[in-house]
């Protein structure tokens, strides 16, 4: 599922319409003067759909992706990123209990590792993020052994 504000929705709206008029791709012009947005706020707009895998934006014209994904909408870009946060630490969950071993332990390095490195690719930052949060809901537990620092899996 991709997840996209309600801003981006609109513009992308826009380009399915003027996808049959422009199937060459659709000058960034014709859009700012269509939508009334700034041409900043709507170059911002296309590079986050382009990221997104939605749209493709190319020598200032922008033309739909083949993708198959389902699109959700929400009102903020800080609402995108707490529903992206939340799915990073369901993924981020699912990965630890497949990494635990027969007593729901798992070494500290190794789960940091797998989080920086495995499939999720998440920055020290975010990595981190999930795991407090994961422990502010009691579902991960900081425990310390006389071999190393480990996390029990509580959930």
């Known amino acids: ?8 929705e609109v513009v992308l ?10 199937p060459e791709g659709i000058p960034v012009g014709i859009l700012r003067k269509d939508l009334g ?11 986050e759909l382009e990221d997104k895998g939605l749209v493709i934006f190319k020598d200032n014209k922008v033309s739909l992706s ?19 946060l939340n799915m990073k630490e ?9 990494l635990v071993d027969e ?13 920086l490195y495995g499939d999720l690719k998440l920055s020290n930052f975010r990595m981190y993020h999930i795991i407090l949060s ?7 537990k900081s425990i310390n052994k006389d071999d190393g620092e480990y996390y029990l899996l509580v959930g």
């Open 1 to 8: 599922m991709i997840t996209i504000t309600k801003n981006e």
């Open 13 to 22: 709206n826009q380009i399915e319409i003027f996808a049959i008029e422009y």
């Open 37 to 47: 947005f700034h041409e900043y706020d709507l170059i911002q707009i296309l590079t």
């Open 66 to 84: 083949e993708h198959e994904a389902e699109v959700n909408t929400v009102n903020s870009r800080k609402d995108v990123e707490e529903l992206e």
């Open 90 to 98: 369901k993924e981020s969950y699912e990965l630890i209990r497949s």
């Open 103 to 115: 007593r729901n332990l798992i070494s500290k390095y190794t789960l940091e590792g797998h989080l």
């Open 134 to 140: 994961l422990q502010n809901k009691g579902l991960l």
